[in-house]
């Protein structure tokens, strides 16, 4: 791909690519690495296109590709499991589960 045609897509697609990636995964950086992981898929890419839309939809499918394949990868698994098992002490509790551990910690004598 020719240097200045792909610089004119990056400029007039970057935000529409960031914020495909966005809605997806939820997470800036996230977001940020799947636009970038995009737009080097499109200057290594042959291909040619017919018009702008063909562009714009060849983008987006290849950023919601990028951002369904991070999302399934096993680090981001990991990860997510990880976060949820420490978050797991804050879950909700109901009123009655607060009140019975309040209750044990107090002296026999004060309940």
Do not use: P
Request: hydrophobic residues 35%.
């Amino acid at each position: 791909m020719e240097k200045d045609l792909f610089t004119r897509i990056v400029i007039k697609y970057k935000d529409d690519v960031f914020r495909v990636a966005y809605s997806i995964c939820h997470d800036r950086n996230d977001a940020e690495d799947i636009a970038q992981t995009t737009f080097v898929k499109l200057f290594q890419s042959e291909k040619v296109f017919e018009n702008d839309e063909h562009i714009k939809k060849w983008l987006v499918l290849v950023t919601v590709n990028n951002s369904k394949t991070l999302l399934q990868s096993a680090w981001k698994r990991k990860v997510d499991l990880d976060l949820q098992e420490r978050l797991g002490k804050y879950r909700c509790r109901n009123n009655n589960e607060i009140l019975e551990e309040a209750m044990e910690q107090l002296d026999s004598t004060d309940r």
